[in-house]
Each structure stands twice: as structure tokens, then as C-alpha cells.
């Protein structure tokens, strides 16, 4: 989902097998896909709603995860971990939360595994390569985004 | 759904969820405000059973009006049902306009009720003449008169900050160029 400040993307093809947020996002019910369909819009929209998402500061866990982003259903249990970036070099105001893994738990207590994998996809350097890739913004109708 | 549309154009159940989700995020941002409100007490406020509020809440998007109505007014909220033509975005590629900001434009606007009331608004919009401007590197000035505040826009400078002179309340006019703080 794109925007003119900020951009929504599901990370694919990856050889961690953990990076599964397409395939499970593809199989919830639509009315799941409209919950999260609907906290994109509010954070592309720049919105502030931490009941639906939101990153983590230097004051927790050491500062490891402040790169890291999640979206959040609470009433049905389930989390869309990521993380966000800047990927144009000519715009960087321009911000990207890429998803990478889908989780669906009872307990609300924040699970660093998780956390940690979506760390190492934010470093990854076959994923920093991709996102540096011109064609990533390039739309069907050939315009750049 | 193509890539360049929205997803709320997959169909006209996504439509609805997508507006309906706006107006329950504004209920909920309300009672947030409002000590001890519960959805119980929201329920038997508004003559709505429990589960049926369960069920708005956690999938907005079968609301009829009825009970949007009932909802509102029972945390004493009004509503207005409007429709917009937005040709910035004729295809849906980026979605409807979020009620908020609506609700935000009209709040900055002053409230107006009807159109006297924007009649009246405009008529107050403060002229370039009776502003105080602060510009980049320390500069002052007072603004060019017979403009209205929306020359802003045009004028070749970036505005740090901007006072009003006289006792027009200026915080309604600020122009839609974003000014730094």
C-alpha cells in the first residue's frame, strides 16, 4: 500500500522461513484483512493509535528494537512484525514499514524472538539490497512512486 | 484488487467497514475522555444490547445509521452523514477521507453551524496587513497589505510562525504550507 510519505510492504521470497507474513496475510478472513487493512491507512495517514501499532523506544529492551514496527489486532490475538526504513535516497522524509512475519497469540507480553527476527531482516543485506532496488517504486504503469 | 486502487474498492463491504471503522475509532477516542465509560454503559445509554455493541466494536462495518445515531448521542456526540467530491483522488487509489480529518478542519474553521455562520467566518479572515510575521535567519516583518492570509502560499519565503495583530483569532487561518514551530 503506498502513500505519498509513507508505504506499506510485505517482505517475500525470503529464505528464512519465518518470513511468512504473505502467505498468512492471504489466508485470513476478510474481515481480519479489513482490521489491518484499516491500521495501515491510519499509519500511512500519519496517524497515532498505539492500540493498532507501534514501534519501540531506546528505553526498551536495551534499545535493541527501535527500528522494529508492529500491527496489532488485539481482539482477535494477532501481530504483523516488521520494521521500518527509509528506502529513497532522493526522498529521505520518504518511510517504509516492511512486515515480515505473521503471529497470533493469547498473551500480550511483547516476545523478543520476534522481535529479533524482524531485527535480522532489518540488516539483512540480500533485504537492504532489495529495498535499494530502483525498480521497487516503479508502478505497472511505469511511473516511479 | 489492482495495485494502484485502494483496497476498500475490492468491494462495497470493505467500503463500509473502512468509513465504519473511522466512526467507532471516534466513539472510542471519546470515551477515553469520558471517566468510567464502559461499553456496558454504553450500550444501556444508547438502548443497544451488549453483544450487539461487541459486535459493532470488533466489526464496524454492518452499523446501520440508526444506531450510529443512538451511539453518538448516548456519549454526546453529534453526527453528520456527509459525502465529498474528492478530485485529488477520482479512482480510490488512496481511500476515503479519514472522519477525523474532517472533524479537525471543521474544529479549525471555527465550528461554523451553516452558512451564515461561514459567511460570517470569512468575512473575519484576517488580511495580510494585520499579521505578524516571523521569517528563516531572524528576519521580521509585517506582511504586504490587500492580500488575503492566503497569499501566504506565494509569497517566497518560509513563515517560522505567525501572530495576529488585532483580535481576529488567527489560529483557524494558518495556511496549508506546513509552518515550522
Same mark, same amino acid.
Given at each position: ?32 484483512? @479489513? ?30 528494537? *527501535? ?18 526504513? @527509509? ?22 507480553? *511483547?516476545? *523478543? ?25 516503479? *508502478? ?6 | 484488487?489492482?495495485?494502484?486502487? =485502494? ?8 467500503? /463500509? ?29 444508547? %438502548?443497544?444490547?451488549? %453483544? ?8 464496524? +462495518?454492518?452499523?446501520? /445509521? ?6 453518538? &448521542?448516548?456519549? +454526546?456526540?453529534?453526527?453528520?452523514? /456527509?459525502?465529498? #467530491? ?16 474532517? &472533524? ?6 471555527? &465550528? ?26 531572524? &528576519? =521580521?516583518?509585517?506582511?504586504?497589505? %490587500?492580500?488575503?492570509?492566503? +497569499? ?5 519565503? #518560509?513563515?517560522?510562525?505567525?501572530? =495576529? ?17
Amino acid at each position: 500500500m503506498k502513500h505519498a510519505r509513507r508505504a506499506v510492504a510485505f517482505l517475500e521470497q525470503h529464505s528464512a522461513s519465518y518470513v511468512d507474513i504473505k502467505a498468512a496475510f492471504d489466508k485470513l478472513k476478510a474481515s481480519a484483512q @479489513r482490521y489491518h487493512f484499516k491500521s495501515f491507512d491510519y499509519w500511512l495517514g500519519g496517524h497515532h493509535n498505539d492500540d493498532r501499532f507501534h514501534g519501540w523506544n531506546q528505553s526498551q529492551h536495551d534499545g535493541k528494537y *527501535t527500528g522494529c514496527f508492529v500491527f496489532k489486532n488485539v481482539s482477535e490475538g494477532e501481530r504483523l512484525y516488521g520494521f521500518l526504513c @527509509r528506502p529513497k535516497r532522493e526522498n529521505p522524509h520518504f518511510e517504509m514499514c516492511v512486515l515480515i512475519l505473521y503471529a497470533k497469540k493469547k498473551r500480550w507480553s *511483547t516476545d *523478543t524472538a520476534e522481535l529479533a527476527r524482524a531485527e535480522k531482516m532489518r540488516v539483512d543485506p540480500d533485504v537492504i539490497a532489495a529495498l535499494q532496488d530502483p525498480d521497487l517504486f516503479i *508502478t505497472g504503469e511505469g511511473k516511479k512512486q | 484488487m489492482n495495485n494502484a486502487t =485502494h483496497w476498500t474498492e475490492r468491494s462495497a463491504e470493505d467500503f /463500509l467497514y473502512s468509513i465504519a471503522s473511522d466512526f467507532v475509532e471516534q466513539l472510542q477516542s471519546k470515551m477515553a475522555t469520558l471517566n468510567n465509560m464502559t461499553r456496558a454503559k454504553l450500550a444501556k445509554a444508547a %438502548g443497544i444490547s451488549k %453483544g450487539r455493541i461487541s459486535q459493532i466494536f470488533n466489526d464496524p +462495518g454492518n452499523i446501520s /445509521l440508526d444506531t450510529a445515531i443512538r451511539l453518538a &448521542r448516548a456519549l +454526546g456526540l453529534s453526527v453528520s452523514l /456527509l459525502t465529498y #467530491e474528492n478530485t485529488a483522488d477520482p479512482n480510490n487509489e488512496r481511500g476515503p477521507v479519514n472522519a477525523d480529518v474532517f &472533524r479537525i478542519c471543521w474544529e479549525k474553521a471555527g &465550528r461554523p453551524f451553516d452558512m451564515w455562520d461561514i459567511q460570517r467566518l470569512s468575512q473575519a479572515a484576517p488580511r495580510l496587513a494585520d499579521c505578524y510575521v516571523q521569517i528563516p535567519k531572524g &528576519r =521580521h516583518g509585517t506582511m504586504r497589505p %490587500g492580500q488575503s492570509i492566503a +497569499g501566504i502560499e506565494n509569497l517566497p519565503w #518560509e513563515v517560522l510562525s505567525i501572530a =495576529h495583530t488585532k483580535s481576529v483569532s488567527l489560529n483557524q487561518f494558518v495556511p496549508k504550507k506546513d509552518v515550522a514551530s
